[in-house]
């Protein structure tokens, strides 16, 4: 059973436009949840992260969104550039277990 | 500063060969886990530790042990390698103290024939 799905494989956007990926979730256990990049032959980058007591983290051009009732949250880039390019992970951990499950990922292509 | 290094960076095996992963951080990270990353899988946990002589289990455990006898280094060990072992697997670190973010390492890409 597979506690944190990314269901779109793949997204393209043009460059300077909105970027939204997407993140579902079925523990509702989970209390921290995390974004990380990932470009081809490298590890995972840690890139933004929100608590459940947040419904909103900002960095930058990143920003996260947590609904919390409907077990989803959301990562924006805006305005995104063609460095962006990159296979984004979202992940979560439930409190005091150590363990963080990660999504399936999403590619996300920025046009130029 | 180096992070989380993970040696060797590709191998081969053939089926039944053992093998060891290595991992290594230099930033005092109490938090270390094994992840692997196969096609429309995303990143699964294998194995994870909060600190020296702490282990426990992730999501797929079978077929691999780790140890962790210093802070800074926990290996990875597949007893009899399989083809279902094919992978890439990640090594992280992170401080153990409240929500952390991990460090991941440049992973180890693996082969079983």
């Known amino acids: 059973d597979q506690q944190v799905k990314q269901n779109s494989p793949s997204l393209s956007v043009q460059e300077g436009r909105i970027s939204i990926l997407n993140c579902d979730y079925t523990n509702s256990m989970f209390d921290y949840f995390l974004w990380y990049k990932k470009y081809p032959a490298e590890g995972p980058t840690f890139l933004i992260s929100?608590?459940?007591?947040?419904d909103k983290n900002e960095d930058g051009r990143f920003t996260v969104f947590l609904n919390k009732s409907a077990k989803h949250l959301s990562l924006h880039i805006v305005p995104s550039q063609p460095g962006d390019s990159a296979v984004y992970f979202c992940?979560?951990?439930?409190?005091?277990?150590?363990?963080?499950?990660f999504g399936t990922g999403t590619r996300l292509k920025v046009l130029a | 500063n180096a992070g989380v290094t993970q040696t060797p960076k590709f191998q081969v095996l053939k089926t039944g060969q053992s093998m060891t992963l290595q991992c290594a951080q230099d930033?005092?990270?109490?938090?270390m886990s094994w992840y692997r990353q196969d096609p429309g899988m995303g990143l699964r946990l294998i194995h994870y530790s909060v600190g020296a002589g702490i282990t426990d289990q992730g999501e797929v455990p079978n077929g691999y042990n780790v140890s962790r006898s210093t802070t800074e280094d926990f290996p990875l060990r597949l007893l009899s390698a399989a083809p279902s072992q094919t992978s890439v697997y990640f090594c992280?670190?992170?401080?153990?103290?409240?929500?952390?973010?991990?460090?991941f390492g440049d992973g180890t890409r693996l082969s079983i024939l």
């Open positions: 992940a979560a951990s439930e409190r005091g277990t150590y363990k963080y499950i």
């Open positions: 929100i608590s459940s007591i947040k």
């Open positions: 930033m005092n990270h109490e938090y």
């Open positions: 992280a670190s992170s401080y153990r103290q409240g929500n952390q973010p991990q460090h």
